[in-house]
């Protein structure tokens, strides 16, 4: 068990909550902050403490993790009105477990060292599943003592917690990683297409190709879902599609081509048209069934 904390949690969705429920089941003192109190209702029955503001949160937090939707809530919940770094005392640990801008998150940690405060970029990868088994994949950002500090409360809801390098470094690996992701999607949406058009039991292509080369945590986690038509979010298109936007962006600024990833945001924007912004990135599925 973990040295007991104050911790505060800004953003409890399909992820944040599951990682609240990790923190809470090791006694620590949860102070949280949504936007809407009923979506948190069931942490609060857990223990968590809800509060009207992020600034609230700061105030009574050690140590404040946020994980928000876009780089504007986040510039919101630190730099606005009612928000972390006016609110907080010095010593104060803030991690961004958003996935946002490598820029952003070196503004962060730059204004963190002007009021005495520290702070981490650890976005996350592996979805619901992920968070609710506490296996998640954190890629970490910041300064290294920083990070040691803060390793025993990743290791509650993480699986796999890498240090990557200063500010902004846990960002520009998550990019790596929703690019992977981006492009492996539309293989597995492929696959199955095929599959189907061949009149394959698609199931049970699944048992044969899920643990083969073209083993992927997609084709494990997702294809399933995608053959139970279940467009549930473990993670929003809407969101994928903004990190896929700062990937682009990130790209161009080291004139860098992705053409791969330019066919994933196509494919996602056209779906995101057609009203598929709230359903799971499997969804992808129906750009080639519907």
Not at 50 to 62: I, K, M, P
Not at 209 to 235: C, H, Q, Y
């Amino acid at each position: 068990m973990t040295n007991k904390w104050s911790i505060g949690f800004i953003g409890t969705g399909v992820m944040g909550a599951s990682i609240v429920k990790h923190l809470l089941k090791e006694e620590h003192e949860v102070h949280i902050y949504s936007r809407t109190k009923a979506k948190a209702e069931n942490l609060i029955e857990l223990g968590a403490k809800w509060y009207g503001t992020a600034g609230e949160v700061a105030q009574e937090s050690d140590i404040v993790f946020t994980m928000v939707g876009y780089p504007q809530d986040v510039e919101e919940v630190y730099f606005g009105d009612h928000g972390i770094f006016e609110n907080s005392k010095v010593g104060t640990i803030v991690v961004d477990m958003t996935t946002s801008q490598p820029t952003l998150a070196k503004k962060i940690a730059e204004h963190a060292k002007s009021v005495q405060m520290e702070a981490l970029d650890a976005p996350v990868s592996g979805g619901d599943i992920g968070a609710q088994n506490g296996t998640l994949s954190i890629m970490v950002g910041g300064d290294k003592a920083t990070f040691a500090k803060v390793l025993p409360l990743f290791e509650v809801f993480g699986g796999n917690i890498v240090y990557q390098g200063e500010a902004g470094a846990g960002q520009h690996t998550k990019m790596c990683n929703q690019i992977a992701i981006a492009t492996n999607m539309i293989g597995v949406c492929e696959a199955i297409a095929y599959g189907k058009k061949a009149g394959l039991d698609i199931n049970t292509v699944l048992e044969s190709i899920s643990t083969g080369a073209a083993g992927s945590w997609s084709l494990s986690n997702l294809a399933p879902r995608m053959v139970r038509d279940d467009k549930e979010p473990g993670f929003y298109i809407k969101h994928f599609l903004k990190d896929i936007r700062i990937a682009l962006e990130e790209a161009k600024l080291m004139e860098l081509k992705l053409p791969g990833l330019v066919l994933a945001k196509q494919m996602y924007d056209e779906l995101s048209a057609e009203g598929y912004d709230d359903n799971g990135t499997q969804a992808l599925i129906d750009y080639y069934v519907k």
